[in-house]
């Protein structure tokens, strides 16, 4: 069974930083990618930042200059450096990564999703 652990959240002012990090762990063969949505109060879900497994790494608009993402491939872990924060940043952020697993004959790969940890920008 494939977990997903997330930390890092928690409450900071408007211009303070966070790092967020995500864990994935059990039978896993690959990942790609692996990033973090968030959703805030009354909004759907959006892409934050993704990071693939050749090393590129994508990112909302939004975020661009102040976030960056980088993964740990031999932990199967993600992170998630958040700088400049805004009050428009508040949301709870999840992990997600599309991780591929089987046998030597068979492999699927499978969209997995963490519980989601809370990011509060205010003063």
């Known amino acids: 069974q494939v977990q997903l652990v997330e930390s890092g959240g928690g409450l900071v002012q408007p211009g303070g930083s966070l790092r967020l990090s995500c864990a994935a762990s059990g039978s896993i063969f690959s990942i790609n990618p692996m990033g973090w949505y968030r959703q805030a109060p009354g909004k759907e879900r959006e892409l934050v930042a993704s990071a693939f497994s050749d090393g590129s790494t994508n990112y909302a608009d939004s975020v661009k200059g102040r976030f960056t993402i980088s993964r740990d491939n031999a932990k199967n872990t993600v992170y998630l450096q958040m700088n400049s924060l805004k009050p428009e940043d508040t949301a709870v952020y999840y992990c997600?990564?599309?991780?591929?697993?089987?046998?030597?004959?068979?492999?699927?790969?499978?969209?997995?999703w963490g519980k989601g940890t809370l990011v509060t920008v205010s003063s």
């Open positions: 997600h990564a599309r991780i591929t697993s089987g046998t030597t004959w068979y492999k699927r790969s499978v969209d997995y």
